[in-house]
């Protein structure tokens, strides 16, 4: 069921409840008030016949039965009938419909002095009245032929008016409700405009910040996320074809050229050697790639254990020295705590390896003298590693884009590297709870400040 349906048929089921229960309790109230009405003209009419009976000496029997039925105002079925104190009829003026009294009758008369009653179609009233010197029952009854007429007519208006108001309130909630989802309408169809292809479309954003303008916002709030997305998949797929064709050309090249002449053992172990270099960055790369892709996955999971943090860095400095023998990383403890069981943490130590020494390599590659600073502040409930070069630095202007896959500044666009490390470690520490933060000036170096908690 469709939305501009189901809005129609809950506003036309609403406005019908509200409706019917309002006519029902006004034809409650006036089926109500015309029972009170009746029972009150009954007691009326008996009261005025007790009184020219039994208070006028002039009146008698003959002549109120005379004057009752020269009354304009008679009821239908009307009979009013008077009783002494033992029950018996002293006064009727309708013979042909005579009352079904009983001791029990009179007895609740009685006792309460004035009862309404009802059988079959008649309403009566039944009073206790004291005239000079003894009492009398007084019974009085008649169909209530005008009231029922009124009801009905009334029953038959509020059912016709209750047909009208649904057709009307059924139409208007139809009219109203595809006004009111005209604007979703357009926005189904300006989304659906919205392909691959055109992802710097937006939608057109409201004057008046209601609910659909707030949708509207962060709805293209989510289009320029998923632009920013395919720009980064784009940009990354071709990049990663670039760097991939580097060394497989250079490769094919070699080998091409090997092949044309015959070659010295020396030739062949140098051109081996290259290929071999190249191999082995090729392999780097993948590696890199395989890293990144698989710890970008929503939700992953790494197993972790008590690593000790200086450690791992003792050991990262040995791996870094081993990949250039013109590596050099200094390791300086600046703030060690008292307690030993502060310097663990809970971590991967695979991971938090490759995170640093991809860090601490780029500090040694990117310096001048390719001299790493690494700084270990330790306290309780935190830890810091500041690793510093003293390299060309990076412009402010580009350290927004520095943690994206294959970005590259280009003050370090000559020295050899694939852009992926940064991406890599900052992954890896957010997996460790941990922050990276990068302090950097054009012509004084770069400062790389990791914290964990």
């Known amino acids: 069921m469709q939305i501009r349906t189901k809005l129609t048929f809950q506003f036309t089921i609403l406005v019908s409840t509200i409706l019917l229960l309002t006519f029902l309790i006004i ?52 009979n009013i009938s008077i009783f002494d104190d033992l029950g018996k009829e002293v006064y009727t003026n309708n013979d042909t419909i005579p009352f079904e009294t009983s001791k029990e009758l009179f007895e609740t008369i009685r006792e309460k002095g004035e009862i309404t009653f009802q059988h079959h179609q008649f309403m009566g009233v039944g009073l206790l009245f004291k005239d000079k010197t003894n009492y009398h029952f007084i019974l009085a009854e008649a169909i209530d032929l005008d009231g029922k007429n009124r009801l009905r007519d009334l029953k038959k208006m509020l059912f016709i008016i209750s047909f009208i108001v649904i057709v009307i309130v059924s139409w208007a909630g139809w009219f109203y409700a595809g006004k009111a989802l005209a604007p979703i309408k357009k926005i189904m169809e300006d989304v659906q405009s919205i392909s691959s292809v055109n992802l710097d479309k937006r939608l057109q954003e409201r004057k008046n910040p209601d609910e659909l303008g707030k949708l509207i916002i962060i709805f293209n709030s989510l289009l320029a996320r998923i632009e920013n997305a395919f720009k980064l998949q784009k940009t990354f797929v071709t990049n990663v074809s670039h760097e991939l064709k580097n060394p497989l050309t250079k490769i094919t090249s070699q080998l091409e050229v090997t092949l044309l002449n015959d070659r010295s053992t020396e030739e062949y172990k140098m051109i081996t050697q290259s290929v071999l270099d190249d191999i082995k960055e090729l392999n780097q790369l993948s590696t890199s790639l395989l890293d990144l892709a698989s710890l970008s996955q929503p939700h992953i999971t790494i197993t972790k254990s008590k690593v000790r943090i200086d450690e791992i860095l003792w050991e990262v400095r040995e791996s870094v020295q081993s990949l250039n023998s013109k590596y050099k990383v200094d390791i300086h403890t600046i703030t060690m705590p008292s307690n030993e069981e502060d310097l663990y943490l809970n971590a991967n130590p695979y991971l938090l390896k490759t995170a640093l020494q991809n860090l601490i390599e780029n500090a040694c590659k990117f310096s001048e003298d390719q001299l790493a600073t690494v700084s270990l502040i330790c306290s309780k409930g935190e830890m810091e590693i500041r690793i510093f070069d003293n390299g060309p630095g990076i412009d402010p202007r580009e350290l927004q884009n520095i943690f994206q896959p294959f970005y590259r500044s280009n003050n370090t666009s000559k020295i050899k590297g694939h852009g992926i490390g940064l991406s890599l470690s900052q992954r890896i520490i957010d997996l460790h709870n941990g922050a990276i933060e990068i302090d950097s000036m054009l012509g004084q170096g770069t400062q790389i400040i990791v914290m964990f908690n």
């Open 27 to 78: 034809y409650l109230f006036a089926e109500q008030y015309t029972l009170n009405d009746f029972n009150k003209r009954l007691k009326q009419k008996a009261v005025t016949s007790a009184i020219l009976l039994l208070k006028i000496d002039q009146v008698d029997s003959t002549l109120l039965k005379t004057i009752d039925i020269n009354k304009k105002d008679i009821l239908f079925q009307e």
